[in-house]
């Protein structure tokens, strides 16, 4: 069966702090990969998503980037993390074909301090 | 461009009483899916359903209900006899049938069921 794990599950850093917060997909094959922000009283905001290795696509000007090394591996980064970057990041993943059904790992409460 | 919009923020109902909650969308697509998804408390989003445009039949599992009209834009989800674990923040959802389209979300719907 197929699983996703992202971590770390908390994480506080500094504002002008570097981040790096990594998911991995286990039990499938070339899946589209996804990074979500959701504010605190907002919904979910898709910040980049991913259909293969270092083929990423930015839905949002910001100064976070993603990276794909890795089929199953997805990478949320920042070189200086702004206040405004506090928030829930959750990863997601979906089949190739048809994106069926969104499945998104636990998430990460980032607090920029 | 695409919107869903849950006017809901937060609603609260006693135990064993049912809850409708409402999503209105916005699309141009002529064929669409919608999607409602679960956030527990522990945060990460659970799958609920998927939804086809073209096909207006509504849909009953277990305690749960999907009322999809067309007509109105509108994909009402309702708990029936509710119960505490259903507390959580619900999402409705919309994406195109075509490519490797994006879903879009709402901001969703905060329940809280009160024993």
């Known amino acids: 069966s197929q699983t996703i794990h992202q971590w770390p599950a908390t994480l506080v850093q500094p504002v002008g702090s570097p981040l790096s917060l990594e998911c991995t997909v286990e039990?499938?094959?070339?899946?589209?990969l996804y990074w979500y922000r959701q504010a605190a009283g907002r919904g979910l905001q898709l910040l980049f998503y991913?259909?293969?290795?270092?083929?990423i696509s930015s839905e949002v000007p910001q100064n976070l980037s993603a990276s794909r090394p890795q089929d199953r591996q997805f990478i949320l980064s920042s070189k200086k993390l702004l206040l405004s970057d506090s928030g829930f990041y959750l990863c997601?993943?979906?089949?190739?074909?048809?994106?069926?059904?969104?499945?998104f790992g636990s998430g990460t409460q980032l607090s920029v301090l | 461009a695409q919107k869903v919009t849950q006017a809901q923020t937060e609603i609260s109902v006693v135990e064993k009483e049912d809850v409708t909650l409402d999503c209105v969308y916005e699309t141009r697509d002529t064929t669409y899916y919608l999607f409602w998804y679960k956030q527990p408390p522990s945060g990460e989003l659970v799958f609920l359903i998927r939804r086809n445009s073209f096909d207006e039949q509504n849909e009953i599992s277990g305690r749960y209900s999907w009322n999809f009209q067309k007509s109105t834009s509108s994909f009402n989800f309702t708990i029936t006899a509710s119960q505490v674990v259903d507390s959580a923040v619900y999402f409705c959802?919309?994406?195109?049938?075509?490519?490797?389209?994006?879903?879009?979300f709402g901001t969703g719907t905060r329940l809280t069921i009160i024993p």
């Open positions: 959802a919309l994406r195109g049938v075509f490519g490797n389209e994006k879903l879009t």
């Open positions: 991913s259909i293969g290795i270092d083929q």
């Open positions: 039990g499938t094959s070339n899946p589209n």
């Open positions: 997601a993943w979906s089949v190739q074909e048809g994106s069926e059904k969104l499945f």
